[in-house]
């Protein structure tokens, strides 16, 4: 597999899959849902998910923490979760750096990602797999005037950082009580637009204004993902200031709003229709926010698409189409992400 195939899935992973890992915040009081966690623990071959994509079969790190995050948010299958935490351990490197094609990259999303998944299992974020995440991560915030607290690669290609690693940042750097944490969150803050949703791409580094209502409008698309991930990202901060629970507040207004009359909610500029992902990361957010019913609605529509073995489709064309060795990839990925919210089929 090429590096850019490679950096192309890592993108993929962190941008429209997204993830799951959010600190050590609570899930729902309602009982796990066995059925989903227990097909998700069939998924992992000695602790890793492989996926196939235009004919490559690849680990996909992201993806695997994504799996074990919503286990671990689940509750049981604790085995599996052990598992996944040993293989991201061994293969921390390669998951967050390029020294697997001979780089000494650092990808900013990538380590953010990791340090939440290692706070969220209970693991050690600053000795894991030899890693300190909690030094990798901080290292990525700059403190270069006009842009600093924003999470940047370590690259010579491509910055593929945005705004759901920085949320990832912002709320494992708080975690750890790191001195970058105060900058990234406010960062993160500054890409909220006014209507309370937060935009996905950053502005170019150079750029004299880097918020998101000082931002062309092109540059400014609501996501619907990239804003509940802020939201419950923002949600595991302890001791929130007045203004991270104005913009919890205001984002999550936001997506109660964006909510279509069946309980669904669309993703971004790339998966505008309505799909599991999108709103199992919805009914988390809003149910996490006390928003019940709208939680309780989003719930409803994912658990539509989920089939007897647990496994969630991404959406009703997927759901028909079934699961095969190329999709097997989304299945896993949608299941990852709109378990956990299925734990407000009976409200909050």
């Known amino acids: 597999m090429t590096r850019t195939l490679r950096l192309a899935a890592g993108l993929v992973s962190g941008t429209v899959a997204l993830g799951l890992a959010v600190g050590t915040m609570a899930a729902a009081s ?39 995050t919503a286990l671990s948010v689940i509750g049981g299958q604790k085995k599996t ?43 050690d974020p600053k000795d894991f797999g030899g890693v300190n995440l909690v030094k990798r991560v901080a290292g990525r ?19 593929y950082a945005n705004v759901i690693g920085q949320s990832y940042a912002a709320a494992g750097l708080s975690e750890a009580g790191s001195r970058k944490a105060r900058p990234a969150v406010r960062f993160l803050l500054r890409q909220q637009c006014a209507p309370g949703y937060f935009r996905l791409l950053f502005a170019d580094a150079d750029a004299k204004d880097q918020t998101c209502d000082g931002a062309r409008k092109r540059d400014r698309k609501a ?75 989003a719930a409803a529509w994912v658990n539509g ?12 064309a997927a759901e028909k189409a079934g699961i095969r060795k190329a999709t097997l990839g989304q299945w896993v990925r949608a299941t990852a992400q709109a378990a956990p919210g299925l734990r407000y089929l009976s409200g909050c």
């Open 223 to 297: 996501d619907t993902d990239a804003t509940a991930l802020a939201v419950l990202n923002l949600q595991s901060i302890d001791k929130p200031s007045r203004a991270v629970e104005s913009a919890v507040d205001a984002a999550v207004a936001w997506l109660v709003q964006q909510q279509k009359a069946d309980g669904s909610l669309g993703g971004g500029t790339a998966t505008k229709g309505r799909n599991s992902n999108s709103t199992g990361l919805g009914a988390w957010a809003l149910g996490r926010a006390g928003k019940c019913d709208a939680a309780e609605d």
């Open 81 to 123: 979760v052990r598992q996944v935490d040993r293989a991201l351990q061994k293969h921390v490197d390669s998951w967050t750096t390029g020294v697997d094609f001979g780089s000494r990259d650092v990808f900013a999303g990538s380590a953010a990602k990791a340090l939440v998944f290692a706070q969220t299992v209970g693991a």
């Open 30 to 68: 309602a009982a796990p849902d066995d059925r989903s966690a227990a097909w998700l623990a069939k998924q992992p071959e000695k602790g890793v998910v492989s996926v196939t994509s235009d004919g490559f079969t690849f680990d996909d790190y992201g993806l695997t923490a994504d799996l074990g």
């Open 141 to 159: 915030v700059s403190t270069e005037k006009g842009i600093v607290g924003r999470v940047q690669d370590k690259t010579a290609d491509t910055d």
């Open 305 to 316: 698409l989920r089939r007897g073995s647990g496994a969630i489709a991404y959406d009703e």
